[in-house]
């Protein structure tokens, strides 16, 4: 039939149907369940250290803690690779793993965690009432194969006239 325009299918005999488990077989459900847990612990001390024509120039350092958990499983066995890895399901001599699905992928079962380490210190300096400086910096410790970093960053902001403002920064990053 057609739901949407409420007709129905004038060759169709109910005695030749698909069986119900065939058709749940043809649609298998697939993908995979993820879960991410992130606990995160900061620290930050921030105050004005002198005053400039602009006002008081303040500081902010600070540390911060995170550790970040994944974990993933596949929906079905169909997609597990370690449990279906070739085209034929329950056959493990195949050279090309590729599992029943192959068009889909494979998924594989993860469990994976990271613990990261981070110190910073940032400094405001308004200059003057029109111009105001900002520096930072970032050491980040991401362990294991990863290694650490350090990122600077420098920004300046110039009001050159009531309608005019004139920003700019740069820095560096990790991903």
Known sequence: GNPALG???PGYVSATANDPALIAWM???IGYRAKED???VDAVVSGNLFSLPGGDAGFAVGAQYRNVGYQAKPLNNLEDRKLNP??????FSCSAQTGPLIFIGQQE????SQNVRAVFAELNLPVIDSINLQGAVRYEDYGGGVGSTIN???TGRWEVADFLTVRGSVGTTFR
């Open 109 to 112: 079962h993860v469990n994976a």
């Open 152 to 154: 600077p960053k420098l």
């Open 86 to 91: 070739c085209p034929l399901p329950g056959d």
């Open 7 to 9: 007709t129905t299918n």
């Open 27 to 29: 649609f298998e459900r």
């Open 38 to 40: 992130q606990f995160v």
